[in-house]
């Protein structure tokens, strides 16, 4: 059965500041996608990585994905307050479902 | 990117009566479509996957007597909470998967049941 890990759970950042967030995952998959929501919304996607290696940036936000090690990262760079939202990570196991994380929780203070 | 709709986006119902959530692709014809339920501060749990003009598909612990899919069209799948109780009050989301593999997500249905 596949497990999605996310960590940290809950993140309380300055704005200026650079994080990471990790994503682990229990099996091979053929992509993991990066999505955010805000409260009282659905789901916004931001990334959506294929390969060993990939690497994707949006604006203060960049996505990478190590298969091997079963592990993708979310890296926000010189936060802002606009950032502030619950992101999720989720596995999607060869096309068949979304097995989705526990999300971690971003609040960025002035 | 493709659009997916939900029709409820609110809906409150009394206990014991049924609630029946839409679905839609608006641009693209989705043969697989997703059904997850979110409670406060969780993350999104599928509770099935609705294949057109088949039966769907319950994960564990999901009551399919309960929560009645129909996925009668390429672009509509529904999502009928029958005799809700309090306990069924959450976020509904949707999504629909396109031909290349990837899940667009409808905007939510937010039920509360009195």
């Known amino acids: 059965e596949l497990k999605v890990e996310q960590n940290p759970l809950f993140l309380s950042m300055q704005e200026g500041k650079n994080y990471t967030i990790y994503c682990n995952y229990s099996?091979?998959?053929?992509?993991l996608y990066w999505y955010r929501q805000d409260p009282g919304k659905s789901l916004e996607s931001l990334f959506v990585?294929?390969?060993?290696?990939a690497v994707k940036q949006e604006g203060r936000l960049m996505a990478s994905l190590d298969t091997k090690a079963r592990l993708s990262t979310l890296h926000i760079t010189a936060a802002v307050h606009d950032l502030s939202a619950t992101y999720f990570c989720?596995?999607?196991?060869?096309?068949?479902?979304?097995?989705f994380g526990a999300g971690t929780i971003l609040r960025v203070k002035s | 990117g493709a659009v997916v709709s939900q029709h409820p986006s609110r809906v409150i119902c009394k206990s014991g009566t049924s609630v029946k959530i839409e679905c839609r692709s608006l641009?693209?014809?989705?043969?697989?479509m997703f059904w997850y339920r979110q409670f406060p501060k969780q993350s999104l749990m599928l509770m099935a996957t609705?294949?057109?003009?088949?039966?769907?598909?319950?994960e564990q612990g999901v009551e399919k007597d309960k929560f009645l899919i129909n996925h009668a069209s390429l672009t509509l799948s529904t999502l009928t909470v029958t005799s809700a109780h309090p306990e069924d009050s959450s976020f509904y989301i949707c999504?629909?998967?396109?031909?290349?593999?990837?899940?667009?997500f409808g905007p939510g249905t937010r039920l509360t049941v009195l």
């Open positions: 999504s629909a998967r396109s031909e290349v593999n990837e899940q667009f």
């Open positions: 099996t091979t998959s053929d992509r």
């Open positions: 990585l294929l390969s060993n290696g």
């Open positions: 989720a596995v999607d196991q060869y096309g068949n479902k979304l097995v």
């Open positions: 641009d693209f014809q989705a043969t697989t």
């Open positions: 609705s294949n057109e003009g088949s039966k769907a598909t319950y």
